[in-house]
């Protein structure tokens, strides 16, 4: 006869089944938390790590109490002007008034917002432009056919006036020639008035995707009246790894593009002129943000950003020539770098044509603050330097 396993208490049984639902249960919840990390990090950055969207978290208007504000009239540095999110700032007088363009907002309600817009009319009090039911305004309220819909990454704008009652924007975004959605191209818009609404061209203007596409426009005209575009190819977007995508090797180039633009300001003219590039690791494998000036004495100012736009290593740092097309003599030198007056990572520089007002962005509270708010400075050119 075979014998038969006893059964086991009531007690024991209990015990088990208990300790068998505790255990359950700390798994699902660490389960939980990580699908809770996991999503907020997608929630608050993007796969290009150049611009963040963070759902459902309410914008500050001031800033944090151990943030202190720079107002030096000495030295012509103030800010952050506008807070808490306005980066790659573009700056436009008109009448005496001021106007600056900024790359997308980020979360809750200003999320779909694709270019932001603020004025002033002393270079000191700014304020970001609202529609009347309180909502943020919209430069750019709609996105054209060669735009990515859904990851349109609208970066870095730059408006110029044509004249009385014209302005062009252009301006960089995701485009729907790749799928990937990490490669933008530079595109244009119009408007009547410097506030917007601007209506974008159904097609892109500049869109070198072999070379890994281009963003960071910047629109100049020169004191005999030609224009120019100056921009940089995302090289890195094609990297092979490491910061920003561009420091393992073999680095590719970032060139720092000049164009010549019809008079309109919508057409191409010639070939491109390379302006500049990195210099490898040291630059962290890319250079970007052009922007140019050109002094009463001749000298022309080629600003721009070195290093990856996300670390403290970022930089306003500026070269000179004789000639708008160069070849342009690089300054040892960053004209701002973190440390400067208190500033982290300090860059996506726009200047004046008069080489003596520029707007900047650089980080509050620190690089893991991840908020890029505007500052304004007022320049000092002697001969081929600059000082603040």
Not at 11 to 21: E, G, N, Y
Not at 246 to 261: A, S
Request: charged letters at 20%; proline letters at 9%; hydrophobic letters at 35%.
């Amino acid at each position: 006869m075979s014998k038969s396993s006893p059964s086991p208490s009531p007690t024991r049984s209990r015990f088990k089944d208990r300790r068998c639902l505790i255990i359950s249960i700390a798994i699902v919840s660490c389960l939980i938390v990580a699908a809770t990390v996991a999503l907020a990090v997608l929630l608050t950055q993007d796969r290009t790590g150049r611009d963040e969207v963070v759902a459902g978290r309410p914008i500050p208007t001031t800033l944090p109490p151990t943030i202190p504000p720079i107002n030096n009239g000495s030295i012509g540095l103030r800010g952050p002007v506008i807070t808490p999110h306005f980066p790659d700032p573009g700056l436009l007088n008109v009448n005496g008034t001021w106007w600056a363009y900024a790359t997308r907002a980020r979360g809750g309600a200003a999320r779909r917002t694709y270019i932001q817009v603020a004025s002033s009319p002393d270079f000191e009090n700014w304020a970001v432009l609202q529609n009347s039911d309180g909502s943020q305004r919209d430069a750019l309220p709609e996105l054209p056919r060669w735009v990515n819909q859904t990851r349109y990454d609208t970066w870095a704008p730059s408006v110029i006036q044509l004249a009385p009652d014209s302005f062009i924007m252009y301006y960089a975004a995701t485009t729907v020639a790749d799928n990937s959605g990490r490669f933008h191209c530079i595109g244009y818009a119009l408007s009547q008035d410097p506030s917007g609404p601007f209506e974008a061209s159904q097609e892109a203007l500049i869109c070198p995707l072999e070379e890994g596409g281009a963003i960071d426009p910047f629109a100049y005209q020169d004191r005999d009246g030609q224009r120019w575009l100056a921009y940089k190819i995302d090289g890195n977007a094609r990297g092979n790894g490491g910061t920003c995508g561009n420091t393992n090797e073999p680095i590719v180039p970032t060139p720092l593009m000049l164009q010549r633009m019809s008079p309109d300001g919508r057409r191409l003219v010639g070939d491109p002129i390379r302006l500049l590039d990195h210099n490898g690791i040291a630059d962290d494998g890319l250079i970007e943000a052009p922007a140019i000036a050109r002094s009463p004495e001749g000298v022309y100012f080629l600003f721009f950003s070195k290093g990856c736009f996300s670390t403290s290593a970022y930089t306003v740092s500026y070269a000179t020539a004789s000639t708008i097309t160069g070849p342009y003599d690089r300054k040892p030198r960053p004209l701002f770098q973190t440390g400067d007056f208190g500033l982290t990572g300090p860059g996506g520089a726009c200047v004046l044509f008069d080489g003596r007002h520029m707007v900047f962005h650089a980080f509050v509270g620190g690089v893991q603050g991840r908020s890029r708010s505007m500052y304004t400075a007022l320049l000092n050119i002697t001969g081929e330097t600059v000082t603040v």
